[in-house]
Structure formats: structure tokens, C-alpha cells
């Protein structure tokens, strides 16, 4: 059973743009929510993460909204770049430490 | 930050052959590490867990012969592809927990392509 789902599965976004890829879990165990970027060939690297305990976090172009009501998070790319262009999956902790994987976006920002 | 390493990147061997994959921890002590499958245009999906001294723990489904873990230092994780064939070919990826910097560290990947 897939725990935390995403969507959409593709997106394709002008440079400048915002890119937005959206997240909802079921388990309300879950107390950490990190987002992975993944470039093809590489392994997921940590983008930013949020606690349950607080509704947005920004760093950089990238903020994290969180919705605890409605167990939905969001990732928002502010003025997304080509070199944005990656894969994208957001995650989830639990007790004990176990990291359950959404399903990926695949973000094109066309040039 | 913390950084974990993984090597070879890239293996090509034939089929029946055993092919062993290196995770280390380059700054950091990780008692417990992850081994993880990813196929293409799709998510990671967990194999098994490494902790350092004891059996690794595996995911249902997974086959524990098949897919070996050693986890014999708090910076050495490696898993061995023992009697590859073609359908193992896929890309493994390795991580290690690092609550206090955010979480989980990925390794870069190991792309295995069994001929």
C-alpha cells in the first residue's frame, strides 16, 4: 500500500516559472517530510524538509507548504530554471526510522 | 556535510557471475544503512536494511540469498549480486541516517547491467 502518494507524475514548466508537485500521506505517524532531488544517474539528494509542526519553509527558490489537517504537503520551485530539471520525490519519516518514498515527479523546465 | 560514498558507479558483468557494490560513510559513524532498487522512471524501493554487526533485515520479497549484505564497520556497507542475471540489472543505490543534518544521505548509485 503506497503511503505517501504524488502528483503529477510529469510537469513541464517555462524558466521562470513555478513548479509546484504535491504530496498527501495517510499514516499520521509520520513526523518528518523531506523532498529528494534526483538527477538521471545519480542518487537522491535532500532538497528540504519540514516538521508536521510547521506550515512552510522556504530556502532559497524552494518552499515546503504543509497542510497537517489534510496530511498534504507541497513543494513550490519559485522562478524554476532548467538546470531544476530533475526528478523529484518527496518522502516521509517514521517510527522507527523508516523513510517511505513518493512516487516521483519528473520537473522539465523548458529554456 | 555528510557524504557516502559508493563504488563501482558503473558494472557490467555476465550472467551467473557475483558483483559486490561498496556504501562507506566518509565523515560520519552510520550504524544502520540502506540498500535500495530503483528502476527506471520509477521510485526507490527498499531492499533491506544494514545494521553494523548484526543481519542485515529485509524487505519482503527480497531475496536474502541472493542479494547479501555485510555491514562489518560503522562505515562499510557492501552488498553482493551473487549468480546475476539479466533481470537484476537495475540501478542500486545505498543511504545512510544523518538525522541530526536532515536525514537520510544517498550515495551516488551503482548502475549494474547484467549481459
Known amino acids: 500500500q503506497q503511503q505517501v502518494k504524488q502528483s503529477p507524475q510529469s510537469l513541464i514548466v517555462q524558466k521562470g516559472g513555478i513548479s509546484i508537485i504535491n504530496c498527501a500521506y495517510e499514516?499520521?505517524?509520520?513526523?518528518?517530510f523531506p523532498w529528494y532531488q534526483q538527477f538521471p544517474g545519480k542518487g537522491p539528494a535532500l532538497l528540504i524538509a519540514i516538521r508536521p509542526d510547521v506550515s512552510e519553509k522556504k530556502e532559497g527558490r524552494f518552499t515546503i507548504s504543509f497542510n497537517k489537517s489534510a496530511k498534504q504537503f507541497s513543494l513550490h520551485i519559485m522562478d524554476s530554471q532548467p538546470g531544476d530539471s530533475a526528478t523529484y520525490f518527496c518522502a516521509a519519516f517514521s517510527d522507527p526510522r523508516q523513510l517511505t518514498f513518493g512516487s516521483g515527479t519528473q520537473l522539465t523546465v523548458l529554456p | 556535510g555528510a557524504v557516502v560514498s559508493q563504488h563501482p558507479s558503473r558494472v557490467i558483468c555476465k550472467s551467473g557471475t557475483s558483483v559486490k557494490i561498496e556504501c562507506r560513510s566518509l565523515?560520519?559513524?552510520?550504524?544502520?544503512m540502506f540498500w535500495y532498487r530503483q528502476f527506471p522512471k520509477q521510485s526507490l524501493m527498499l531492499m533491506a536494511t544494514?545494521?553494523?554487526?548484526?543481519?542485515?533485515?529485509?524487505e519482503q520479497g527480497v531475496e536474502k540469498d541472493k542479494f547479501l549484505i555485510n555491514h562489518a564497520s560503522l562505515t562499510l556497507s557492501t552488498l553482493t549480486v551473487t549468480s546475476a542475471h539479466p533481470e537484476d540489472s537495475s540501478f542500486y543505490i545505498c543511504?545512510?541516517?544523518?538525522f541530526g543534518q536532515g536525514g537520510y544521505t544517498f550515495g551516488s548509485g551503482t548502475r549494474l547491467t547484467v549481459v
Open positions: 543511504s545512510a541516517s544523518t
Open positions: 565523515d560520519f559513524q552510520a550504524t544502520t
Open positions: 499514516n499520521t505517524a509520520f513526523d518528518y
Open positions: 544494514s545494521n553494523e554487526g548484526s543481519k542485515a533485515t529485509y
